[in-house]
């Protein structure tokens, strides 16, 4: 019978994963089977893979995925877990583009990172493409001694080249949870911080640090100067880039003030890639990886409000049956491309990795890596 009807037909010896590649296997073949049936037959590639293969699932990805991998976590975490981890030679990264990009940035030789949909983007992490920053950073050298005043900032949400760029010219990459250390670092040997792709985040920890509103700007990338005049390039100490991440932007102030009139005692907590109008109004403040482990560690009959991604707030809900946990938004606010990466696509990336044939993989350029990989580590040292 068929392999791509009879899962159990997969069950080869692990040592045949090396063997010479067979044919590809191809993604229309399973885009209409059942939900039951490509579980089933992800668990079967994955036992055939054995140590030839990790999962890694990101804390938005829905349940059908997660419940697959073998680590779950943020990005950059999981980036580095995977690394560590070099005796896998095979990594299917379950999250978005620029994540499996960092998985391989800093994975070993040895090591293939597999995505299982390519179409699975990131809206913010497009919202600033390297043409963009070098025609910024152009721009800024027409106004000052950009080398030497301005410090590139990139947020791990972006793309190889980006970082790539931070890398060539002394700057830095930063997580939501690094980026006031960061940020401290940047100042103290440069007066400016070109801080992108996400206005919101770096304008929260600026913020937070009570760094003075009148010192940042915002860059438009399809205005001349950013939107700016000379005078304000000059006196700006913080460049905001003007991008956002289309889940975080859709919370409001309005949903907070809801929940505070229906519960008196509840916690609000959101991601710092909200607005700062929703930032201001919370309780707490923090990553994905932050939020886990406080609503976690919270009293039980505690209530909760969570403004992040839904995948992750309903896990919570279901995890954390001894709290309540509301999500914040009466929107179904879901990471649209990290949801992408369904179970058709991911048994499609298995079963073919289970045959030989490798998928989907992301290869960073050798230049990018390396300046990219600096940006990484000047990071990582500082955390």
């Not at 597999?114 to 152009?138: F, H, K, N, R, T």
């Not at 960061?182 to 920890?205: Q, S, Y």
């Not at 009148?214 to 880039?241: H, Q, Y």
């Not at 109004?281 to 009293?299: L, M, N």
Request: net charge negative; glycine share 4%.
């Amino acid at each position: 019978m068929n392999n791509l009807l009879n899962p159990t037909s997969l069950e080869i010896k692990n040592d045949s994963v090396n063997a010479s590649m067979s044919t590809e296997l191809s993604i229309t073949d399973y885009q209409d089977r059942p939900a039951e049936e490509l579980f089933e037959r992800i668990v079967v590639a994955k036992k055939t893979l054995g140590d030839q293969v990790l999962v890694l699932g990101h804390n938005y990805q829905r349940d059908e995925i997660i419940v697959h991998a073998d680590l779950r976590g943020d990005s950059l975490i999981l980036s580095k877990l995977a690394a560590e981890r070099s005796e896998f030679p095979n990594v299917v990264f379950c999250g978005v583009h620029f994540m499996a990009e960092t998985a391989d940035i800093l994975s070993r030789s040895n090591q293939t990172v597999i995505l299982p949909d390519l179409a699975a983007g990131c809206s913010m992490a497009d919202m600033a493409a390297i043409e963009q920053v070098d025609e910024c950073w152009d721009a800024l050298a027409q106004v000052l001694s950009v080398e030497d005043v301005v410090t590139p900032v990139v947020y791990v949400n972006s793309a190889a080249d980006l970082k790539a760029f931070c890398g060539e010219h002394g700057g830095v990459t930063c997580t939501s949870s690094t980026a006031k250390v960061v940020m401290d670092w940047a100042w103290a040997r440069r007066e400016k911080i070109l801080f992108f792709p996400d206005e919101h985040l770096g304008r929260n920890v600026a913020n937070k640090m009570g760094f003075p509103k009148d010192e940042m700007i915002v860059w438009d990338p399809f205005k001349v100067n950013g939107g700016n005049t000379v005078d304000e390039i000059r006196k700006a100490r913080l460049i905001l880039w003007k991008g956002h991440c289309s889940v975080h932007q859709m919370f409001q102030p309005a949903h907070i003030d809801f929940f505070r009139k229906q519960y008196s005692d509840i916690h609000v907590i959101v991601h710092p890639e909200c607005h700062e109008n929703v930032v201001n109004k919370a309780d707490h403040v923090g990553s994905t990886e932050f939020i886990i482990q406080t609503v976690s560690k919270a009293p039980a009959g505690t209530t909760w409000v969570v403004g992040t991604e839904l995948n992750l707030v309903n896990r919570l809900k279901a995890e954390q049956t001894d709290k309540q946990v509301f999500f914040l938004s009466p929107m179904v606010c879901r990471c649209a491309t990290m949801y992408r990466i369904d179970a058709a696509h991911m048994c499609w990336c298995m079963e073919n990795l289970a045959q030989g044939n490798v998928v989907n993989q992301i290869v960073v350029p050798d230049a990018d890596k390396v300046l990219a990989k600096i940006a990484l580590e000047r990071m990582m040292a500082l955390s």
